[in-house]
T-cell receptor, first 112, second 110 residues
């Protein structure tokens, strides 16, 4: 089973709307990150939230973390067509050496 | 300067061949990874190295052999390539859990 599981797996919205993606994980973590992957490209780091943080903002991105529920959400406000991509959450599990584990991703389509 | 670079970007080869993918990072990170992304876009960790030492081997067939000559390099050698090895392979490095990725190598086995 996967450490990070995003939902929905696919999301289609109109430009200007907000997009919310969720991620659940199973083990205790040091931090959780969100990445974006444009089609045929590598992953780009968006934001990292530490286990002792509850909310973090970066531009139009807002990430929340609920360690009691082992879940996180990524909100993209005022979406643009250029936001069309797959979004992955990744966790850095607590204990031992670093192991950044990814979920299966949410494919976001923003329709102009 | 590119933080994590991997070569080649595309690799098409026949079944049974042996091939290598190279990865270099100039970030001074201690930890490097290889991930495989299949056709369904699922990213699966294959190996993790910390300061040239193998830390994680996620039940990858032993046809895959990573080699880390130094902290900045983690190469992936694949023997006896099979059709199912076709995927995009990503190298990454990390410090404090924040991973930086290469652009990927699209491997096609025919």
């Amino acid at each position: 089973s996967q450490q990070g599981e995003e939902d929905p797996q696919a999301l289609s919205i109109q430009e200007g709307e907000n997009a919310t993606m969720n991620c659940s994980y199973k083990t205790s973590i040091n931090n959780l990150q969100w990445y974006r992957q444009n089609s045929g490209r590598g992953l780009v780091h968006l934001i990292l939230i530490r286990s002792n943080e509850r909310e973090k903002h970066s531009g139009r991105l807002r990430v929340t973390l609920d360690t009691s529920k082992k879940s996180s959400s990524l909100l993209i406000t005022a979406s643009r067509a250029a936001d069309t991509a797959s979004y992955f959450c990744a966790t850095d599990a607590r204990g031992g050496y670093q192991k950044v584990t990814f979920g299966i991703g949410t494919k976001l389509q923003v329709i102009p | 300067d590119t933080a994590v670079s991997q070569t080649p970007k595309y690799l098409v080869t026949q079944m049974g061949n042996d091939k290598s993918i190279k990865c270099e990072q100039n970030l001074g990170h201690d930890t490097m990874y290889w991930y495989k992304q299949d056709s369904k876009k699922f990213l699966k960790i294959m190996f993790s190295y910390n300061n040239k030492e193998l830390i994680i081997n996620e039940t990858v067939p032993n046809r895959f052999s990573p080699k880390s000559p130094d902290k900045a390099h983690l190469n992936l050698h694949i023997n006896s390539l099979e059709l199912g090895d076709s995927a995009v392979y990503f190298c990454a490095s990390s410090q404090s859990g924040h991973a930086f990725f290469g652009q990927g190598t699209r491997l096609t086995v025919v």
